[in-house]
DNA sequence: GGTATTCCCTGCGGGC
DNA sequence: TGCCCGCAGGGAATAC
């Protein structure tokens, strides 16, 4: 990493110029991911950790591309390609961090388990003790890292649980079989490279495909998959919930 | 303390 | 054709 420029228009979070001195001349050793979360482990010392919010992604381009409308950041590379961060709707953000133990304290008071971590007792204890709907307790990422949306939809829907019902009215069964539900279909949509519903595409420039696998989001008034009957579309947390109201009970 | 709602932001699509 | 408005959803902030 050689140079960094930035837009004038910044994403949620504040970039500090201070860091930048840190990030030069560095190289990226690792990437990881926590959840909705990426963290780029660079070789001094320092991580830059990202969310890509609804619309951002990541490019590495050939110098002299034209640059993007949206293209907020570019890290110019030892080889003279760009690694360039676009976000149309800046609900992404980097964020500086020095060592690693700023961003694990950073995440560890926002980010549950991954789901294929999260015991299943603990898992039915979180269950047990919340009024919440469903669909609000999964969207909550301090419950269970990485589920977004359309996911907590789909997942509700594999399980054929109705989201609007409390956690705590699910029986153990039922949990157990949402959070089987929700490794399945992350497996599945990890397996189709994401969902592309409009600008998604992945590092690589390729759209994701599991958005032609959707069995209930944004499916409103179109016949179940199983049973035929119209998928509901309602309101909770603030969100747009498909569900199958005769299916998921 | 727990839960619900609002806000930010931009492009797209529908209605007029 | 062009304008206006509502909708989409991530986390944070605010309200209840």
Redesign the pocket.
């Known amino acids: 990493m050689v140079s960094i420029s930035r837009s004038k ?2 994403l ?2 504040k970039w500090s110029k201070k860091c930048e001195p840190a990030l030069l001349g560095s190289t990226v050793a690792a990437i990881h991911r926590r ?3 990426l963290l780029l482990e660079l070789d001094r010392g320092p991580f830059l950790m990202v ?5 951002g992604q990541f490019t590495v381009v050939q110098p002299g591309t034209p640059k993007e ?2 293209t907020h950041f570019v890290f110019l590379l030892d080889n003279r390609s760009e690694l360039r961060f676009r976000d ?4 992404g ?1 980097i964020t500086y961090f020095p060592d690693r133990a700023g961003w694990e304290g ?1 995440l560890a008071d ?2 549950g388990p991954e789901p294929w971590d999260l015991a299943a007792q603990d898992w039915q204890a979180e269950l047990a ?5 469903l669909k ?2 999964l ?3 301090t419950n269970i ?9 789909e997942s509700c829907f594999a399980a054929r649980i109705d989201p609007q019902r ?3 009215s699910l029986d153990a069964e039922e949990g157990l079989r949402l959070l089987q539900s929700i490794r399945e279909v992350l497996d599945r949509a990890i397996h189709y490279r994401g969902s592309s ?3 998604y595409v992945g590092g690589s420039g390729l759209r994701g495909g599991f958005q032609d696998e959707f069995a209930a ?2 499916r ?1 008034g179109k016949p179940c998959i199983k049973c035929e009957t119209p998928i509901k ?1 309602v ?8 569900f199958c109201p005769q299916c998921q009970t």
């Open positions: 228009k910044s949620r979070q959840g909705k979360w969310h890509l919010g609804m619309t409308d949206h149309i709707r800046r609900f953000s950073y926002r980010l003790k919340s009024k919440r709907s609000a307790l969207l909550d990422q890292a990485g589920v977004g949306n359309i996911y907590a939809d409390t956690g705590q519903i409009r600008n989001y944004g409103t579309c309101r909770l947390a603030g969100r747009s919930t498909h």
